[in-house]
């Protein structure tokens, strides 16, 4: 809901008021006799003054409606507490198979959804938070720093570094590993400008504002990679102060890989040698890369700050966490001791999930080296055949090299996009071909995707639309960029 400070004489700014129990319309008659209609979507652009809808419209967001939570019965009333149990567990039974339907049409979203972990269902019982310094013991004896340090051992040594050469620990999710590498890379230089192309992530642009450092935008190429003859541009318009580079080992829409190692030469030949840092953003691909061939090393064996990956994507969680490493002598600029913790913190959150890192050691010694590599060849191999799939269809498709997310046009039916859960920008829309995605749902997922983009349009000769602009001339099967193209 949208509305204007209250205190208009200060500041007079709009600002989002979360939904609460007055804002819908069967909680409000509830609570004061008043009914009333649902609010509006919440138009985002409009609050934050940049629309990334294109001709689709703005981006909106929908108010969720809520279980109510009621108070319990009366002790005395064992038939109102029979029944309200009743009703708690037919209502979450119903929500359990809900979620089910959900996971069974999950393909725009980067998460692995093909995990087992009822070995580990005896520890829900625990409180387990590894609050502070993952390294150094607390007061807190209900931890789980013994399978945190582990997991963290093995990606640094996935990453080229030994354990006396880096500090890390586990993450609640992907952005707060980039928020972590950035602030790093912001106190070790202070004044520095935090360079990153315009298909990264946007909690890069979120760590940009809350540390108050300037981000400078860089130009992309089609395949969503950075333009690094733009970003040479940019950097020689500020040659007085460092480079703080958010590097993308996946952008989140193409999975475009950014070029490593021509920025930093890019950077050295530019004269910013000792006077950069860089952070490489690998929440999907940052645990893919290394094992594939033909891919570009992210290691610290050069010149990197900080790598940053999901744990509840490729690997598979049943809670959003992650993983960052630095180099050891870096995070010392962040490092406070805790008397009331007896430890040390660096942390961006003080409190952390304990079960997370259980979770990524089980499934680091079920799978090892290779079972991951097993998947990620599985996933490449999936990738390319939904991409061809498609373009047998008639329909505009386009695969980076190295990614398994497929870009292809946006379709027009919301109720589709809606069941597929795809993630959609503009004029295209992506799926991110994950382990648990199997050739028999990319299947039905192209079939019915060209029985509904058929019959929305039959009767009206519809044409394959132009999506040259999002996925170059070769990947486009409108009528002007391939003759082939047919109609729908």
């Known amino acids: ?11 007079g700014e709009i600002v989002v008021v979360a939904p609460t129990a ?26 934050a003054g940049e629309s990334t809808g294109g001709k689709h419209g703005p981006t909106t967001c929908t108010l969720v409606e809520g279980f109510a939570v009621l108070e319990p019965p009366a002790d005395a009333d064992a038939d109102a507490a029979a029944e309200r149990a009743d009703h708690v567990a037919a209502l979450l039974a119903d929500f359990g198979n809900h979620l089910h339907e959900r996971t069974a049409h999950h393909l725009g979203y980067p998460y692995n959804l093909d995990f087992d972990f009822s070995v580990l269902a005896q520890f829900q019982n625990f409180s387990i938070n590894n ?31 030994q354990q006396d050469e880096y500090w890390g620990y586990i993450t609640n999710c992907g952005t707060e590993g980039n928020l972590h590498g950035l602030l790093v890379g912001r106190e070790l230089f202070p004044d520095g400008i935090i360079y990153a192309s315009r298909d990264l992530h946007y909690s890069v642009f ?11 935008k860089i130009d992309t190429l089609v395949s969503g990679e ?9 950097i020689l318009q500020n040659l007085g ?36 840092y860089i952070h490489c953003d690998g929440a999907l691909a940052g645990l893919m890369m290394p094992f594939i061939k033909q891919a570009p090393k992210v290691t610290f064996e050069k010149p990197i700050g900080s790598v940053s990956v999901s744990g509840h994507k490729f690997m598979g969680c049943p809670m959003p966490c992650g993983v960052v490493i630095t180099r050891l002598e870096h995070i010392k600029v962040l490092s406070t001791d805790v008397e009331y913790l007896s430890s040390r913190d660096a942390t961006i959150m003080g409190s952390r999930n304990g079960h997370a890192p259980m979770f990524l050691w089980c499934t680091l010694n079920k799978k090892g080296y290779r079972g991951i590599r097993k998947e990620v060849r ?42 597929w859960q795809l993630a959609c920008e503009g004029n295209i829309a992506h799926v991110v071909v ?37 996925i170059g001339p070769e990947s486009c099967l409108c009528g002007q960029h391939n003759k082939k193209s047919r109609i729908a």
């Not at 760590?207 to 981000?215: D, G, K, L, N, S």
């Not at 061809?388 to 990614?403: C, E, P, T, V």
């Open 206 to 216: 979120k760590a940009a504002t809350m540390y108050r450092v300037e981000c400078v």
């Open 1 to 11: 809901m949208v509305e204007k400070c209250s205190d208009v004489g200060i500041c």
């Open 378 to 419: 599985k996933c490449l191999r999936n990738a390319r055949y939904l991409t061809d799939r498609l373009k047998d269809m008639g329909i505009s498709a386009y695969l980076n090299a190295l990614s398994s997310t497929v870009v292809f046009e946006r379709p027009h039916d919301e109720a589709f996009v809606h069941k």
């Open 434 to 470: 994950m382990p648990n995605v199997n050739v028999e749902k990319l299947d039905d997922f192209v079939e019915e995707l060209a029985a509904k983009r058929s019959s929305l349009h039959e009767g009206k000769g519809f044409c394959v639309p132009c999506v040259e602009k999002d």
């Open 131 to 161: 609050l502070g310094d993952p390294f150094i013991e607390s007061n807190y004896g209900v931890h789980s720093r013994q399978f945190e340090v582990a997991v963290l051992d093995w990606f640094a040594r996935l990453w080229g570094l």
């Open 241 to 276: 102060k460092p480079a703080i580079v958010n590097v993308n080992i996946g952008t989140t829409v193409k999975g475009a890989i950014d070029d490593l190692d021509k920025i930093i030469r890019t950077l050295e030949k530019c004269g910013f040698r000792d006077r950069f």
């Open 226 to 234: 950075m333009n690094c003859a733009d970003f040479k541009s940019k």
């Open 22 to 47: 007055a804002h819908h319309p069967h909680q409000r008659a509830g609570i004061c006799g008043v009914a009333g209609p649902a609010p509006p979507p919440v138009d985002l652009t409009q609050v």
